[in-house]
C-alpha cells in the first residue's frame, strides 16, 4: 500500500497532509518538554527515557518540517525556539477544549433540570436541604418540585423523582423503589386538655375531640 513519506525538515508541510495518528500520540511528550527545557526532567515526569522522549521530539519536528528548540550540550537542556513557542500555544489551546468537552461529558449526568415531588410537609425538612446541595455540588442543575407525584407519575416521565409515604408496589421494573425511613406521627396536647394525663389512650378517645391542623399550602420553615 503506497504511503506519504515523512518530511525531511527542509521546509514547512501543509497541516493537510500530517499524519494525525501518528502526530496524535507525539504531543503530550512535546508539552513536558516544552514546559520543563530539559530531557532529563521530561524523561523522568514522562517515565520514559532521555532517549525516547528526545526521538519523539525529532519525529514531531521532522512531520512539522522544522525545529521547534534550540538544543544544549548542557545536561540536556534546551530552550524552546519562536516556532516551538508558536506550536505550543496551539497544543495549550487543544487540551483545554478537550478539557472542556471531559467536563461537558462528566456533567451530562448532573445537569437539570430535575423534577421532584414529594409532600409539602418535607418540603423544608428534605426537600429544601437537598435541593441547597445539589446546587452546590452542580451548579448548572435546575430543580422543580411539585407535590403530587406518585409511582406512576416516575414510571410515565412526569417526575424523575417521587418521595411519598407509603410505597405501593413499583408499576414498572425500571423504576427503582428505595426505602428512606420511617417517620412518626404524634399527637400532642396542652396541660388543660381533657387527655393530658391519660396514660392510656385510644383512636376513639382522641377522636372526640378537636383538633388544629396545618392548612393547605402552609409550610413551617422554622
Known amino acids: 500500500m503506497p504511503r ?3 518530511g525531511d525538515g527542509k521546509g514547512a508541510r501543509s497541516m493537510k497532509s500530517l499524519d494525525l495518528e501518528g502526530f496524535w500520540v507525539w504531543l503530550p511528550t512535546f508539552r513536558v518538554v516544552a514546559g520543563r527545557e530539559n530531557l532529563q526532567e521530561a524523561s523522568r515526569i514522562l517515565h520514559l527515557s532521555a532517549s525516547s522522549v528526545s526521538r519523539t521530539i525529532r519525529l514531531l519536528e521532522t512531520e512539522l518540517g522544522r525545529p521547534l528548540f534550540f538544543f544544549s550540550r548542557d545536561g540536556g537542556r534546551l530552550r524552546i525556539n519562536p516556532a516551538g513557542r508558536l506550536f505550543l500555544e496551539a497544543v495549550r489551546a487543544s487540551m483545554r477544549l478537550v478539557d472542556d468537552g471531559a467536563e461537558g461529558v462528566r456533567g451530562l449526568a ?4 430535575a423534577r421532584i415531588s414529594l409532600p409539602r ?3 423544608s425538612i428534605l426537600g429544601l436541604p437537598t435541593i441547597i446541595r445539589g446546587r452546590a455540588a452542580h ?3 435546575c430543580f422543580y418540585v411539585s407535590h403530587d407525584g406518585d409511582a406512576r407519575a416516575v414510571a410515565s416521565g412526569l417526575v424523575d423523582v417521587a418521595v411519598v409515604c407509603s410505597v405501593p408496589p413499583s408499576p414498572d421494573r425500571n423504576v427503582e423503589v428505595v426505602r428512606l425511613g420511617s417517620i ?3 399527637v400532642y396536647c396542652g396541660r388543660k386538655h381533657a387527655l393530658w394525663r391519660s396514660k392510656t389512650t385510644s383512636f376513639d378517645d382522641v377522636a372526640e375531640h378537636s383538633f388544629i391542623t396545618e ?3 402552609v409550610i413551617d420553615v422554622g
Open 184 to 186: 412518626g406521627v404524634a
Open 110 to 113: 448532573t445537569r437539570g433540570p
Open 139 to 141: 451548579p448548572d442543575a
Open 215 to 217: 392548612a393547605e399550602g
Open 121 to 123: 410537609a418535607l418540603l
Open 4 to 6: 506519504r513519506k515523512r
